[in-house]
Nanobody, 113 residues
């Protein structure tokens, strides 16, 4: 059974940092990524990483966020620095296994001004 579990969200002041973790199990996952849904907005891709380590970032987070991956643990991390109030939202992890995408339930990040 595939499971995708996020952790690490919380409340932080603007300019602060948070580290999110996403642990996936039950399959071999190719690309894994973090998505954000802000209140009233559609879910958007924030960062992704392939099993080979190729990364992709949304323009809004380049230079501030870093995605990394531990393939042995099937875990992806999102280091978020210089956080802004507009980074507030539910951060969800997606793990791709062939033709199927698996999603976690998400973790809330709130950045206060």
């Amino acid at each position: 059974q595939v499971q995708v579990v996020e952790s690490g969200g919380g409340l932080v002041q603007a300019g602060g940092s948070l580290r999110l973790s996403c642990a996936a199990s039950g399959s071999i996952f190719n690309a894994m990524g973090w998505y954000r849904q802000a209140p009233g907005n559609q879910r958007e891709l924030i960062a992704s990483i392939t099993i080979g380590g190729r990364t992709n970032y949304a323009d809004s987070v380049k230079g501030r966020f870093t995605i990394s991956r531990d393939n042995a643990k099937n875990t992806v991390y999102l280091q978020m620095n210089s956080l802004k109030p507009e980074d507030t939202g539910v951060y969800s992890c997606k793990a791709n296994a062939g033709w199927v995408d698996y999603w976690g339930k998400g973790t809330l990040v709130t950045v206060s001004s």
